[in-house]
C-alpha cells in the first residue's frame, strides 16, 4: 500500500523575458516549492514563444500534482512590454514579436481550465517589492528598476496602480532633458536614454574606449576614483534624481525602492544618489530611498501573488 502523500495546495507562477523564463510553484503562505528556468527561445518566432510558455507550464502542472499531491489551483504569469490585464491579453511585446496574444486563454486551456491572471513584468515585480521585500508595511510606494530601460510600479495599499488603458508607472519616458538623445518611444530626453544601466553602459563605452565595456565596468572605475568614470556616473544620477523628484512631486510615496542592474553597485549608487534627490526637494516631503530586497525572483514571486489573489477573490458558484 503507497503511503498517503502530504497534500499541499499551490500555484503555478511564471515570469517571462526576452532571453530566459522563470518559474516556481509557490504555496499559500509564500514558500517556494520548486523552482525552475528555461530559455525563452525567441530565435524561433513569436509562437514558439508563446508555446515553450505553455510546454513550461504544463509540465509545471504534472510536478506539481506529483510531488504534492494536487494540481496547481491557478496560475499567474508576467510578461514584458504592454499588457492588458483585464482581458488577459498581452498587447505588445517587441523583444518577443508579440500582438495581441490571448495568453490568458491559452494558458488556462492548457493548463485543464484552471484560473490565470496575467501582468505586465514590471507592475509585477513591484507587487513583490512592496508585500514581501524592500516595501513591506508602505502604505504607498514607487519601485523603478533600472535595467534595459527605466519603468515604474506604483504601489497604494498593497497593490499596484496600472492606471486607466494600463501604462501607470512609465517613469522611463519621462522627458528630462529636452531635445536629448533619440528614445524608442519616438521622444527625446527620455529618463531611459541617459540613467538606465543601458544608457550607462554607452557612455562608458564611448568615454574608456572599449565597445565591451558596461555599467558595471563603469561602478568599479567610479569607486577606483577614474574621472572619466565619475562623470559618466555623475550625469546619469543628476538625470535619474530629476526623474525621481517628477515622480516624487506627483505621486508622495513613502518608499521608493530602486532595482535591476545598476542597483547592483550598491552605496555607489545609492549615496549620491540619495544626496542628489535631496537637493531637488523642496516642499515634498523625501521618501526612504532603499534597494530592492528580491533581485531577479521579484517578477515570478509577483506572479505567484498575482495568482493567489485571483483565487481569494473568485466567487464561488
Not at 40 to 48: F, K, L, M, V, Y
Not at 101 to 124: A, F, K, Q, W, Y
Not at 157 to 177: L, M
Amino acid at each position: 500500500m503507497k503511503p498517503v502523500k502530504h497534500v499541499i495546495a499551490h500555484v503555478i507562477a511564471l515570469d517571462v523575458g526576452g532571453t530566459g523564463m522563470k518559474a516556481a510553484l509557490i504555496a499559500g503562505d509564500g514558500t517556494l516549492l520548486h523552482q525552475a528556468r528555461r530559455a525563452t527561445d525567441r530565435e524561433r518566432g513569436p509562437e514558439a514563444v508563446v508555446e515553450t510558455i505553455l510546454d513550461f507550464a504544463a509540465e509545471l502542472l504534472e510536478l506539481g500534482r506529483e510531488r504534492f499531491g494536487t494540481a496547481a489551483s491557478a496560475a499567474g504569469v508576467a510578461v514584458p512590454g504592454i499588457v492588458d490585464a483585464d482581458r488577459g491579453i498581452a498587447v505588445y511585446a517587441a523583444n518577443l514579436g508579440w500582438r495581441d496574444v490571448p495568453l490568458r486563454e491559452r494558458l488556462s486551456t492548457r493548463l485543464g481550465g484552471i484560473p490565470v491572471s496575467l501582468g505586465h513584468d514590471v507592475r509585477t515585480g513591484g507587487l513583490a517589492e512592496g508585500r514581501i521585500g524592500a516595501g513591506r508595511g508602505a502604505d504607498r510606494f514607487l519601485f523603478v528598476p533600472l535595467g534595459t530601460g527605466i519603468a515604474g510600479a506604483i504601489g497604494i495599499a498593497g497593490r499596484i496602480e496600472a492606471g486607466a488603458h494600463g501604462y501607470a508607472g512609465e517613469i522611463g519616458h519621462i522627458v528630462v532633458r529636452p531635445g536629448g538623445p533619440a528614445c524608442g518611444c519616438g521622444q527625446h530626453g527620455c529618463l531611459e536614454t541617459l540613467a538606465s544601466a543601458a544608457a550607462v553602459s554607452r557612455a562608458w563605452a564611448a568615454a574608456c574606449g572599449d565597445p565591451g565595456a558596461d555599467a558595471a565596468d563603469c561602478a568599479e572605475a567610479v569607486e577606483s576614483g577614474d574621472d572619466r568614470a565619475r562623470a559618466v556616473w555623475h550625469t546619469a544620477i543628476g538625470a535619474l534624481a530629476d526623474g525621481l523628484v517628477t515622480a516624487i512631486t506627483l505621486l508622495d510615496p513613502r518608499t521608493l525602492i530602486i532595482g535591476g542592474g545598476l542597483a547592483e553597485a550598491g552605496e555607489t549608487l545609492f549615496t549620491p544618489l540619495r544626496a542628489a534627490v535631496g537637493e531637488r526637494v523642496t516642499f515634498q516631503r523625501l521618501p526612504e530611498i532603499v534597494p530592492a530586497a528580491l533581485g531577479d525572483t521579484a517578477g515570478c514571486l509577483g506572479a505567484g501573488l498575482l495568482a493567489w489573489d485571483l483565487l481569494a477573490t473568485e466567487v464561488p458558484a
